[in-house]
């Protein structure tokens, strides 16, 4: 079956402009996550929706950083006036969202380089 | 907040020795534990994951240790080879279902044949 992808997989832009990433769960998870990677690290929590609702946004670096999620399913990270420093992985992991039924599937990612 | 450090920051095994990946936790609260391998240029795929009220897990060449007292946890891979090579992630949460992990910095095993 599909799982969780990501659009693009790469993005390259300059310093002041605005990007907005794109997530595609699995059919059917409630519950979706933004993370961050920088090279040599492992993944940061930024946000998670459950359903529409933003039910922790406590990552979000700043607010330069927004993600929506209007009918449940796709979601999108938006960054304003991005820095050199946004450049990393962003990656995206949706689950079922019910106890016992945790598992995070992660996305390939989006590649954000910002010249 | 929860703190997860991991070590070794990278491991290099022979073809069918064994390796051992360990972490240690901060907060006492957390309860689920999973493991991801990542691939060069993909996004980490669970590999095995354990819950607090149990202390091992296993499922064929890959374990898992849990030791809720010392807040340690280690992944144990028997039998290595050479397309075990990636790196692994240790991660925590409170499990309540839905929640966010926090990972560790991520351990680069080379298998070599």
């Known amino acids: 079956g599909a799982g969780v992808s990501q659009t693009p997989s790469n993005k390259v832009t300059e310093k002041g402009k605005y990007v907005e990433l794109r997530c595609d769960p699995i059919s059917g998870h409630t519950a979706l996550y933004w993370y961050r990677q920088s090279l040599g690290q492992g993944p940061e929590f930024l946000i998670y929706?459950?359903?529409?609702?933003?039910?922790?946004d406590s990552g979000l670096p700043n607010d330069r950083f927004f993600a929506v999620r209007p009918e449940g399913s796709v979601s999108t990270l938006k960054i304003q006036r991005t820095e050199r420093g946004d450049s990393a992985v962003y990656l995206c992991?949706?689950?079922?969202?019910?106890?016992?039924?945790?598992?995070?599937?992660f996305g390939p990612g989006t590649r954000l380089l910002v010249l | 907040g929860e703190n997860v450090e991991q070590h070794p920051s990278t491991l290099s095994v022979q073809e069918g020795d064994s390796a051992v990946i360990k972490c240690t936790y901060s907060?006492?609260?957390?309860?689920?534990f999973p493991w991801y391998k990542q691939e060069l240029g993909k996004g980490p795929q669970l590999i095995i994951d354990i819950r607090s009220n149990v202390g091992e897990k296993k499922d064929q060449r890959i374990a898992v240790t849990l030791n809720k007292t010392a807040k340690h946890f280690s992944l144990h891979i028997t039998e290595t080879q050479p397309e075990d090579s990636a790196v692994y992630f240790c991660a925590a949460s409170m499990n309540t279902g839905f929640q966010k992990l926090v990972f560790g910095t991520g351990t680069r095993l080379l298998v070599s044949p």
């Open positions: 907060d006492s609260a957390s309860n689920y």
């Open positions: 929706f459950q359903g529409t609702g933003a039910a922790d």
């Open positions: 992991a949706s689950s079922l969202g019910r106890l016992g039924q945790e598992t995070q599937y």
